[in-house]
T-cell receptor
Framework: AQSVTQPDIHITVSEGASLELRCNYSYGATPYLFWYVQSPGQGLQLLLK??????LVQGIKGFEAEFKRSQSSFNLRKPSVHWSDAAEYFCAVGPITGTASKLTFGTGTRLQVTL | ETGVTQSPTHLIKTRGQQVTLRCSSQSGHNTVSWYQQALGQGPQFIFQYYREEENGRGNFPPRFSGLQFPNYSSELNVNALELDDSALYLC???????????FGPGTRLTVL
């Protein structure tokens, strides 16, 4: 069965500092991987996704993620955090096929940004 | 282009009651998926509807049921509500079954 682990429940960084959020997955085949962000009272917004190809994926808002098959990881990074990045971040894994999509999410990492 | 909308925003019910949540998909999208997000947890897949038929279901009991209409909007029905059903219910639509999902803001259900 597929699963996602986000080991860090809560992370605090200073504005301008770099950020890395960890995500480990378990999946039997080549996974489809996603990072979503959720602000309070909001739905989920897709930051980036990995289907195949280049293992370093660029997303919106200056985020990037690197797929490492050997480590079953898909960590999210940002070189310089802004106060508006404070939110809950979710990593998710497919399957995504031509006929179905079922996302399995991790439990999330809450990011706090100090000024 | 209108995004995914959900109604109501908040809802309070008592145990044993029934509830219906609604979702309007983004224009042109024919697939709707529903997720339950309990407090402090990630969303969990309930089911997906494609062109008015169920197209995959997660590990939820039959008292969770759904419907998709010809205009591709959707309803989630939950019968015999239990306290553990208290959660944020998210709807997501996509162009097709295997495509990127766009999420709505969710409906916060509280069961007392």
């Amino acid at each position: 069965a597929q699963s996602v682990t986000q080991p860090d429940i809560h992370i605090t960084v200073s504005e301008g500092a770099s950020l890395e959020l960890r995500c480990n997955y378990s999946y039997g085949a080549t996974p489809y991987l996603f990072w979503y962000v959720q602000s309070p009272g909001q739905g989920l917004q897709l930051l980036l996704k990995y289907f195949s190809g280049d293992t370093l994926v660029q997303g919106i808002k200056g985020f990037e993620a690197e797929f490492k098959r050997s480590q079953s990881s898909f960590n999210l990074r940002k070189p310089s955090v802004h106060w508006s990045d404070a939110a809950e971040y979710f990593c998710a894994v497919g399957p995504i096929t031509g006929t179905a999509s079922k996302l399995t999410f991790g439990t999330g990492t809450r990011l706090q940004v100090t000024l | 282009e209108t995004g995914v909308t959900q109604s109501p925003t908040h809802l309070i019910k008592t145990r044993g009651q029934q509830v219906t949540l609604r979702c309007s998909s983004q224009s042109g999208h024919n697939t709707v998926s529903w997720y339950q997000q309990a407090l402090g947890q990630g969303p969990q897949f309930i089911f997906q509807y494609y062109r008015e038929e169920e197209n995959g279901r997660g590990n939820f009991p039959p008292r969770f049921s759904g419907l998709q209409f010809p205009n591709y909007s959707s309803e989630l029905n939950v019968n015999a509500l239990e306290l553990d059903d208290s959660a944020l219910y998210l709807c997501a639509s996509s162009w097709d079954r295997g495509d990127e999902q766009f999420f709505g803001p969710g409906t916060r259900l509280t069961v007392l």
